[in-house]
């Protein structure tokens, strides 16, 4: 168990985690104002891995092997379909209790995987790791792959974006007040659902950036937005929905523990108890590691560790 | 006489304001008490406290010689706390009979009887039919809850509450949304109720309250700023100047 | 409600029928030469006992449970693991697999009713993708790939390896099963369930501590999809991981909705139509429009979940539910005169 290691895995960690932000703070903010899971989010992750692998992969307006105009058509892409199923299908959610908004996000969650599989097939569409980034940067001493940390660098700026929107501009409290108190926003004549509309599409193409960052270090294919969807769940549950600070830090505590569990729980527990229980013991119980967190979490604080207070 | 229910220097707080300041309040068995207050004085919030739904973050309450300030709802209400809400909480898919018998079901033991039909239970039915034909519904029986006017929504509010033989009634604007005339006949049954069970009422109909209450309350901004028999707060001056300056009419 | 059985109630024919149908569909399979259909509609009746449980808490409940196909992975894997050590009792796999599934389904019941709304949703959707990598994560039983069975649980009794034998032991389950509910439904039991899923804060006030009713509710629904968990191993000869997935609860959901989650038999009704339509949109080949046909065989899914969105913007009530709600009508009206 050397040094070098657990550094490059706890960056690997910190780079699953901003990824995880950026799913997460679409998701929670939609969630703590209008009270609606968007099931579909997953799949918004997805289409903007997908627009940018397609992008970078033709010729799009002559432009081919663009990582940056892939990007711009990850994003726009992805920004663009959430605003559209928003005000088709899921504006008529709202009013709906919640097992209506599982059933008919879990329905255009079915619809959009076969839409990319139809498009682009089912396996893998590979998006390959553009050159200037398939190298290693120096980091602590450590040679640390180059695309990984523009993924965490991308996610912390985008993160800190965040942050200044939500705390330090006019729409970023209205959108506070909306999580707190989404009634009398209303009542003191702003547009919630403009807000809303504007949220979504916001949430939707931060989903898209982490989409086209992931494409070329994980696989493309339909169906890849629903696991991560998932472990976004535990995030905003276990960071408190409707917080945008929970779900920063809870993404990271996630990212970081799902990722130093797995590489490291087996060594560990091979220094404990005989080799082969260690070897099976060791992935299944890394794998299970962030939901007994969020488990634990919730038996202490069952509104996350930082609840929104509801006015 | 020792208190059915008292209440010591309890105090609630949200954030910066003080719903609950300080609060003592008794009840002496078969007494009604009535509270007043102008809207926002913290009634509901006492309510709530007084039923377990809330936590006072001080002070303490009694309830039968024992102090339930930790007790949860469900076992409030088994040592004999009913409630009945200023909304009326009922079971809209079920008929008047089916809600009340849920609640003699609710004191009679435990429920993790699996096959035996609750519906034909002799000793849910009775008791059930019996509050139904007591809060004047008797004719009401098989109707579906969600079928009924607003006015047998409070009655069936309270046949609820009284199936489950409380000591002590919690009734939270019990007239709310009633006509005069529904509003009377709620009074008469109230009248009926009284020195069976001790009563915590909160109303804003100043008929009712003066035509039922031993003592009255009279709750501003969470404090209580006078206590006495009906005639006493008529005549109070702090109580003319905060509340019932504005309620001359009703008076 | 509380007469006796009305028989021109549809809440009598319809399961009346469909019951006598299944009944009677190995006999048309044999005459028709198809023995294709026993294993499909065991398949189907796998699925409708699943639904039926999960119906306990979803409909009767009003607890929206995105989880539940965990616990036909604990019935299936309890029969492969056991298999896979050379213990073959089919007794035996379902003791161990009913008993694996109280503790699972009592722990994660103790965790998740603390919770309710979309949060409940969420986290049960989350223990039920835990357990579905925990599966992936036991390489020695097969991880991804799943964990063969080689020969169906031994019943001692009746041998399960017999296609038409299994069959008629799933109809049994479904059919002793649905009994079962409809008394639970009418005893103190089910009517706390129905009280709190009406109004859960009146009911604490009445002197009902709810938690302990729930509890229960979730464990009994948990306990009747390890069974189909456990018929399922046994007629695939096989347990998969991908028993586990999200969108086997989301179909179990959909299933109990389709058919009507506001009544006992609806789940079946919908597993059944669900099902059917998915057997035939994915093997539909007359061969007329060749091209579309192609495109309907392999992105069935497609239009599955645009039929979800429509049900949910449409007919809530689910096909079954809208015969019960009309004659409910009737009864009230008469309720009332």
């Known amino acids: ?311 | 006489m020792s208190a059915l229910l008292s209440i010591d220097k309890l105090v609630k707080r949200f954030g910066g304001l003080t719903a609950t300041d300080h609060v003592d309040f008794a009840v002496a068995p078969g007494e009604v008490h009535a509270i007043i207050g102008p809207n926002g004085a913290g009634k509901t919030t006492l309510i709530s406290q007084l039923a377990g739904e809330l936590h006072p973050d001080e002070g303490s309450i009694h309830f039968d010689g024992r102090d339930i300030s930790r007790a949860t709802v469900p076992e409030r209400s088994l040592l004999g706390l009913g409630r009945s809400y200023q909304i009326s909480q009922i079971f809209r898919d079920f008929t008047a009979l089916q809600n009340v018998m849920l609640a003699v079901q609710a004191h009679a033991g435990h429920s993790f009887s699996f096959f035996r039909p609750a519906l034909r239970e002799a000793a849910l039915l009775e008791p059930a039919r019996a509050a139904l034909t007591q809060v004047g519904l008797a004719n009401r029986m098989h109707v579906p809850a969600a079928a009924m006017a607003h006015g047998e929504h409070r009655q069936l509010e309270l046949a609820m509450t009284l199936a489950i033989s409380p000591k002590l009634l919690l009734l939270d604007e019990p007239m709310a949304g009633m006509s005069q005339a529904e509003s009377e006949e709620m009074v008469q049954l109230l009248k009926g109720l009284k020195g069976q069970y001790g009563i915590v009422l909160v109303e804003h109909d100043m008929d009712a309250v003066f035509a039922l209450a031993d003592r009255v309350s009279v709750l501003v901004y969470g404090r209580i700023i006078a206590c006495g028999t009906p005639d006493e707060i008529r005549n109070n001056p702090d109580v003319k100047d905060a509340y019932l300056g504005d309620q001359e009419e009703a008076v | 409600m509380d007469k006796a059985t009305n028989w021109s109630s549809p809440r009598f024919y319809v399961p009346a029928i469909v019951l006598l149908g299944l009944a009677l569909l190995p006999v048309y399979s044999m005459v028709a030469g198809q023995p294709f259909y026993v294993t499909l509609f065991s398949r189907i009746m796998i699925f409708a006992l699943a639904a039926l449980g999960l119906n306990l808490i979803l409909g009767y409940g009003g607890l929206v449970s995105f989880g539940h196909a965990l616990y036909l992975g604990v019935g299936a894997y309890a029969v492969g693991i056991l298999s896979f050590h050379g213990i073959t009792n089919g007794w035996v796999h379902l003791a161990a697999a009913l008993g694996i599934g109280i503790v699972t389904a009592s722990l994660i019941g103790t965790i998740v009713l603390r919770t309710s709304g979309m949060t409940f949703i969420m986290i049960t959707l989350a223990f039920a993708q835990m357990g579905y990598f925990f599966v992936v994560s036991l390489k020695a039983y097969g991880g991804d790939d799943g964990l063969t069975i080689d020969n169906r649980s031994s019943m001692v009794l009746f041998d399960l390896s017999n296609h038409t034998v299994l069959y008629y032991a799933i109809l049994v389950c479904l059919a002793g099963v649905f009994l079962v509910f409809t008394r639970l439904i009418g005893s103190r039991f089910g009517m706390v369930l129905r009280g709190v899923k009406s109004n859960e804060r009146r009911m604490l006030a009445l002197g009902f501590p709810t938690f302990r009713y729930k509890l229960v509710g979730y464990v009994i629904s948990a306990q009747v999809c390890v069974l189909a968990g456990f018929f399922l191993a046994n007629l695939t000869k096989f347990a998969s991981p991908s028993y586990m997935v999200w969108q086997v609860s989301g179909d179990l959901i959909v299933m109990a909705v389709l058919g009507g989650m506001g009544t006992l038999f609806g789940p079946v009704i919908g597993a059944i139509l669900y099902l059917v339509v998915e057997e035939f949109l994915s093997s539909l080949n007359p061969g007329w429009f060749p091209k579309v046909e192609d495109v309907l065989n392999k992105h069935w899914l497609a239009l599955m979940g645009l039929f979800v969105i429509l049900m949910v913007l449409g007919f809530r009530k689910g096909l079954y539910g809208y015969l019960v709600e009309r004659e409910q009508k009737k009864l009230e009206k008469r309720a009332q005169s």
Not at chain 1, 180 to 195: F, Q, Y
């Open chain 1, 1 to 311: 168990m050397s040094l070098e290691l657990l550094i490059v895995q706890l960056l690997n960690g910190l780079q699953y985690g901003v990824l995880l932000f950026l799913l997460a703070a679409g998701l929670t903010l939609v969630f703590g104002i209008m009270n609606f899971v968007n099931l579909a989010h997953g799949s918004l992750y997805m289409m903007g891995a997908y627009f940018a692998a397609w992008a970078y992969n033709n010729s799009v307006f002559g432009i081919q092997g663009s990582f940056v105009f892939a990007a711009f058509v990850g994003i726009a892409g992805s920004l663009v379909l959430g605003i559209v199923i928003e005000r088709v299908v899921l504006f008529t959610l709202y009013e709906r209790d919640h097992l209506d908004q599982v059933l008919a996000t879990f329905g255009l969650i079915l619809v959009l995987n076969e839409v990319a599989r139809f498009i682009w097939g089912p396996s893998s569409y590979y998006m390959e790791v553009p050159d200037k980034l398939s190298g290693t940067i120096s980091l602590f001493g450590i040679a640390y792959p180059s695309y990984r940390f523009m993924i965490i660098a991308v996610g912390l700026l985008v993160a800190l974006g965040t942050y200044l929107l939500i705390q330090k501009t006019r729409i970023g409290m209205l959108i506070r007040a909306g999580a707190s108190n989404a009634t009398m926003v209303g009542a003191l004549g702003v547009n919630i659902k403009l807000l809303n509309t504007l949220l979504f599409g916001l949430g939707s193409a931060l989903a898209g950036v982490a989409g086209l960052m992931a494409g070329p270090i994980l696989s493309v294919q339909p169906g890849m937005g629903e696991p991560i969807l998932i472990v976004t769940l535990v995030v905003i549950v276990t960071g408190g929905i409707g917080s945008i600070r929970g779900a920063f830090y809870a993404a990271l505590i996630v990212g970081v523990i799902d990722t130093i569990g797995r590489v490291f729980l087996p060594i560990v527990l091979s220094s404990l108890v005989e080799k082969s229980l260690a070897q099976a013991a060791g992935p299944a119980i890394a794998s299970m590691l962030i939901y007994l967190l969020m488990a634990v979490v919730l038996a202490f604080k069952p509104q996350g560790l930082f609840p929104v207070k509801h006015g």
